[in-house]
């Protein structure tokens, strides 16, 4: 019970989620099979309540500043197999079974483009 | 030329990054070759510039208010081998080669820990 609140977030078995200023952590998500990275998006408490409730990626939509069910449009949700946490806590991966095609483009990934000598190409994902 | 700036930064090959209202952009490190996810920390115009010119990881250390390039102190630096932009550009995966244990606490990935029954355990990475 002497170690620093800081040292206790990183080497201890609480769970203690740290938000931003504007009450958000990161969440990475990774396919659970390949672990080929799907999205980035954000979560405030009610979303990561939501998501550890209901098994299914919750987020808080940043644009639309409301929560987020990740395929509540879609129906592309993404079922949470295990999640990540790292040092400081204050960013998550999810690794997840996604029902379909993560990105709202149609591509498997968010991440379909690569960066080489200053311009984007297409990669296969 | 009629698309619009949303369908043009989703679908064009102009690299156009979006950095949110404090500046700042999403910056996903991942190993180049198994592909897991080591750390996740976050990149203002400067950071971004300073790891496509040098090839090396840095960013934008929100504690610190100033330029960070990874392994400074370790030396445990991040070789970029390639950049992955995300849909709207605003968050990036690095594929990288790393020079040492990524985290600061020694760990290879800063994600050492998982959650399950709402507390944390120590995985193997």
Same mark, same amino acid.
């Given at each position: 019970?002497?170690?620093?609140?800081?040292?206790?977030?990183?080497?201890?078995?609480?769970?203690?989620?740290?938000?931003?200023a504007?009450?958000?952590?990161?969440?990475?998500?990774?396919?659970?099979?390949s @672990?080929?990275? %799907?999205?980035?998006?954000?979560? *405030?408490?009610?979303? =990561?309540?939501?998501?550890? &409730?209901?098994?299914?990626? !919750?987020?808080?939509s940043?644009?639309?500043?409301?929560?987020?069910?990740?395929?509540?449009?879609?129906?592309?949700?993404?079922?949470? @197999?295990?999640? %990540?946490?790292?040092?400081?806590? *204050?960013?998550?991966? =999810?690794?997840?079974?996604a &029902?379909?095609?993560?990105c !709202?483009?149609?591509?498997?990934?968010c991440?379909?483009?690569?960066?080489?000598?200053?311009?984007?190409?297409?990669?296969?994902t």
């Amino acid at each position: 019970m002497n170690a620093t609140p800081e040292l206790d977030r990183e080497q201890g078995s609480a769970f203690q989620p740290k938000f931003d200023a504007a009450g958000l952590l990161s969440a990475v998500v990774v396919d659970a099979e390949s @672990k080929a990275v %799907l999205m980035l998006a954000f979560m *405030d408490r009610e979303a =990561l309540d939501a998501t550890i &409730a209901t098994g299914e990626a !919750h987020f808080h939509s940043r644009s639309r500043g409301r929560l987020w069910k990740k395929g509540e449009t879609s129906g592309h949700v993404l079922t949470v @197999k295990r999640i %990540l946490v790292d040092c400081d806590q *204050d960013a998550l991966v =999810l690794e997840c079974a996604a &029902a379909g095609p993560t990105c !709202h483009t149609g591509a498997v990934s968010c991440f379909y483009r690569t960066l080489r000598d200053g311009s984007l190409q297409n990669v296969k994902t």
